[in-house]
């Protein structure tokens, strides 16, 4: 039986919509796993308890939740520590860790590197493509250093805005022009995000955009473009691209509308044309950012002038796209869990030490300088 520990919630703004997908994968009954659920609060603590899969508990967490303990990463060991009333009721060691976390802490790169220290092999992409991902900024470098095409884009930082705004705002009224979109840098979904119209309503939108996010994104608003989504996953070293949905909406897809509300992604026939340029772009783009496991690749197309831009990438996607693959969840599951084993495995072959004389050099050389 293998432990796997599903890590979730967080400090992020998309809490509540990483503890639905981790209900999703623990309501899998997978033979030969054992789901621990590891419950990150808002406030960064680990937890665990006897009732943490049922999506009750979470109502009232505090009220609700039964046998809680916290739970402590031990760095070296592969172990996770059970502690309740201060003393330890149990040590395990996680065979994975299963990712389902969005957004801060669990999506940018620090979750994955505390994983590493601790030897504990997971799903997500690693440390440094995670954070590459997260920040849009980042993930739009590096697709331009792989030539492909994304919305034309400024970027700032909080204080470089305050101590420049009006000349700034004058250079996104030149090289972007408006309609725009201003978007929080390292934020998902569509927290934080608006589209701007006009000059006259930038600075308190760009304003908005600060109270989530110490850096920001205008990008140009491509008229009237369809926006498409392709997971892709690796396994048994191939990747595979899931089908293709295309989001109905109007100018974006907001928070609301993408969790609270009936409105679903529809799959739309498109040309063969257009889909491999999707399917192959989206394995280009996994590529580019150096990605693992399961990502979800968000596209925009502007139809007018036939062109096909890279939007963002999710490298924990919700629900980790289990529907858009034509397999079930347990298998996605499977594979994710797999695969990361074995990428902990290879890694593992990799050579961390290198015998040298440098501490006894050091220790001689001081010796010389205390002689003087």
């Known amino acids: 039986m293998k432990n796997i520990g599903v890590f979730y919630g967080g400090k992020s703004v998309e ?70 009333k201060n003393k330890i009721k149990k040590e395990i060691i996680l065979d994975c860790a299963l990712l389902c976390n969005h957004g801060h802490g669990g999506e940018d790169g620090c979750l994955q590197g505390l994983l590493e220290l601790a030897e ?5 992409c690693d440390l440094s493509s995670s954070a590459n991902c997260m920040d849009k900024d ?28 009006q000349d700034f705002i ?29 000059k006259d309503k930038l600075e308190s939108i760009i304003e ?6 110490n850096k920001i994104l205008i990008e140009k608003f491509v008229t009237g473009a369809r926006e498409f989504c392709c997971a892709v996953i690796k396994s048994s070293n191939r990747l595979l691209s899931s ?43 996994y590529k580019a950012l150096s990605c693992f496991g399961v990502v979800r690749v968000d596209f925009l197309y502007d139809e007018e002038n036939d062109k096909l831009y890279v ?5 924990i996607p919700g629900s980790l796209s289990f529907n858009m693959f ?10 994710l869990i797999e695969e990361g084993i074995k990428r902990f495995e290879e890694r593992k072959k990799i050579v961390y030490k290198f015998n040298s004389k440098a501490i006894e050099n050091y220790i001689e050389f001081s010796k010389s300088l205390k002689i003087k």
């Open 311 to 315: 939007n963002e990438l999710n490298s």
């Open 120 to 124: 504990i092999p997971y799903t997500s």
């Open 326 to 335: 034509d397999t079930s969840f347990s298998d996605l599951i499977i594979a």
């Open 138 to 165: 980042l993930t739009k470098l590096c697709l331009k250093a792989f030539n492909i095409d994304t919305s034309a884009y400024l970027h700032i930082c909080k204080d470089e805005y305050k101590n420049g705004k």
């Open 208 to 213: 908005q955009a600060f109270s989530y996010d």
């Open 15 to 84: 809490h509540d919509i990483s503890i639905i997908t981790a209900l999703q994968a623990m309501s899998n009954e997978i033979s030969g796993y054992n789901f621990i659920p590891i419950y990150m609060t808002s406030d960064g603590k680990m937890l665990s308890g006897d009732n943490l899969k049922d999506g009750r508990t979470y109502l009232n967490i505090d009220k609700n939740i039964k046998n809680q303990c916290e739970v402590v990463i031990r760095c070296g060991s592969g172990k996770v520590s059970f502690f309740k």
């Open 170 to 198: 004058a250079l996104v009224s030149q090289k972007i022009g408006f309609p725009c979109i201003i978007k929080p840098a390292t934020l998902g979904s569509s927290v934080g995000i608006d589209v701007c119209d006009d």
């Open 243 to 285: 089908k293709i949905t295309e989001v109905e909406k109007g100018k974006f897809y907001t928070f609301e509308e993408k969790y609270l509300s009936e409105k679903k992604s529809i799959e739309k026939k498109l040309s063969k044309e257009l889909q491999k340029q999707i399917k192959d772009c989206a394995i280009k783009a």
